[in-house]
């Protein structure tokens, strides 16, 4: 099998159905790409659900001296309540530790955590803002009987799981994720499709030189070798322009996002690089398929 002879019909095919080529580039670039940042997306979930969960809190408001809070009734919780009540929360099962947020420390988180918002925090005061407990779990999935047996208690006015905070932001990114996906599928679909255009107008524009090279006693494999060739370039110039692209997506995307993250949670190079190893792969599968596919329902060897 003479190899020059099969690169200068590559050539010849990728010149001659130059702007197929340059769309199914472009189609399989933007598919992978897609496909990439949903798969990122997907990993940067799981760090963050791995990170957060183990830290996330039961947190058990107290009834204080506004009126408006609920289930107090306007009667704030007393010292000896307070206390008889911390160690009720210490002694239930799945409990691994307790601790008391005044109202002063509540305050000063408030105020940290809303510093950008100056008219959000002159118009609350310290009055207005609760003790807690911040009750740490054993086993964070198993909140539910610590939640029912600290509702409806004397002096408890709210009790807030933080993982139902959590997990609403997280459903998001689910969200974002599957439809990532998505849009990703039906662009390999449409790649595919073009693939198999584009080999079709090339095996038709060589029609001829394939009935001689039938004629002389070529095997199937080196007829089709070259238009399978053609799909494995495309392919491959595809999956580089999509690496480009989710290198790009992690610097001014998930790079701006990780600072709103803790440290430990962020999306690492190395889940990059196996993410754009992934999708170059599949690229060129798809395309040798497509190709495969189409040379024999469209090629007569």
Do not use: H
Request: proline share 3%; glycine share 8%; charged share 15%.
């Amino acid at each position: 099998m003479r190899a020059n002879f099969i690169f200068s019909e590559v050539w010849i095919g990728l010149r001659r159905n130059l702007t197929m080529t340059i769309a199914v580039v472009i189609t399989v670039a933007v598919g992978m790409a897609m496909l990439g940042i949903g798969l990122m997306i997907n990993s940067q979930v799981k760090m963050m659900q791995d990170f957060w969960y183990d830290k996330v809190e039961v947190s058990v408001f107290l009834c204080g001296k506004n009126p408006t809070m609920p289930n107090c009734k306007g009667k704030p919780i007393g010292v000896q309540q307070s206390k008889d009540l911390m160690e009720e929360i210490k002694g239930l099962s799945g409990v691994e530790q307790v601790l008391y947020e005044s109202p002063d420390q509540a305050y000063a988180n408030f105020q940290k955590s809303y510093a950008a918002n100056k008219a959000l925090i002159d118009a609350t005061k310290v009055e207005d803002m609760p003790a807690s407990f911040r009750v740490k779990l054993k086993d964070p999935n198993n909140y539910q009987p610590v939640v029912q047996a600290l509702q409806g208690k004397t002096g408890v006015a709210q009790v807030t799981n933080q993982r139902d905070l959590v997990n609403q932001f997280f459903g998001l990114l689910d969200k974002l994720r599957s439809g990532a996906i998505i849009v990703a599928v039906v662009l390999v679909l449409a790649a595919a499709l073009l693939i198999g255009n584009t080999v079709r107008l090339s095996a038709f524009n060589r029609r001829r030189e394939t009935g001689i090279m039938r004629l002389v006693g070529a095997s199937n494999l080196y007829i089709q070798l070259p238009f399978v060739m053609e799909g494995v370039i495309s392919g491959l110039m595809g999956g580089v322009l999509a690496a480009v692209l989710l290198i790009l997506s992690k610097v001014f995307l998930f790079e701006e996002i990780a600072k709103y993250f803790a440290f430990g949670s962020q999306l690492s190079w190395n889940d990059v690089a196996w993410v754009i190893t992934l999708t170059m792969g599949i690229g060129v599968v798809i395309c040798v398929l497509a190709s495969f596919i189409t040379l024999r329902r469209y090629l007569r060897v």
